[in-house]
T-cell receptor
């Protein structure tokens, strides 16, 4: 069983489009995250959700919006896609505390043309 | 926010110990030190974490300086499967549940057969 899954694995789209990436975890964790890894492999946290409440909102454009329909899902919506949004996006989850292990998904490679 | 600094890359011979350093001179008292690694084309995976005392698990050991301004991840016998990017991460949480996550740039470890 896959602990943290993401769909799609690859996403190619045109500038200006709106797209979503889905994430699901079957670990029963309370906190989920979205990370962005750019071409230089720098990994940066974007958001985290705990019990459907946004905890971290790093300085990302408001074109990015996390949506959590329930505790097991945290989807990432991106509006008006730009070339600079091309990256690999990782979803992760943890029980919730700073001591807790984060379990990462396999990543979604987004390419904006 | 407290930052971490790591060497960009390191090399090790197979079956020899590897010491991966991380500096975090502005670490706060509530920051936990976490290490993750990322194998090519995969999401990051947890390696080890600690607060003040040295820690051991089946994957590695974590040595934390007495002043907590630096730490070292120790792989006791490097294998080819250990070739990855290793991230030193600070995580903290205040009483309100807020999580702060700061990533280093990561050290790319090359293991030479």
């Amino acid at each position: 069983d896959t602990a943290v899954s993401q769909t799609p694995k690859y996403l190619v789209t045109q500038m200006g489009n709106d797209k979503s990436i889905k994430c699901e975890q079957n670990l029963g964790h309370d906190t989920m995250y979205w990370y962005k890894q750019d071409s230089k492999k720098f990994l940066k946290i974007m958001f985290s959700y705990n019990n459907k409440e946004l905890i971290i909102n790093e300085t990302v454009p408001n074109r990015f919006s996390p949506k959590s329909p329930d505790k097991a899902h945290l989807n990432l919506h991106i509006n008006s896609l730009e070339l600079g949004d091309s990256a690999v996006y990782f979803c992760a989850s943890s029980i919730g505390l700073a001591t807790d292990t984060q379990y990462f998904g396999p990543g979604t490679r987004l390419t904006v043309l | 926010d407290a930052k971490t600094t790591q060497p960009n890359s390191m090399e090790s011979n197979e079956e020899e110990p590897v010491h991966l350093p991380c500096n975090h001179s502005t670490i706060s008292g509530t920051d936990y030190i976490h290490w993750y690694r990322q194998l090519p084309s995969q999401g990051p995976e947890y390696v080890i974490h600690g607060l003040t005392s040295n820690v051991n698990n089946r994957m590695a050991s974590l040595a934390i300086a007495e002043d907590r301004k630096s730490s070292t991840l120790i792989l006791h016998r490097a294998t080819l499967r250990d070739a990855a990017v290793y991230y030193c991460i600070l995580r903290s949480q205040n009483s309100g549940g807020y999580q702060k996550v700061t990533f280093g740039i990561g050290t790319k470890l090359q293991v030479i057969p």
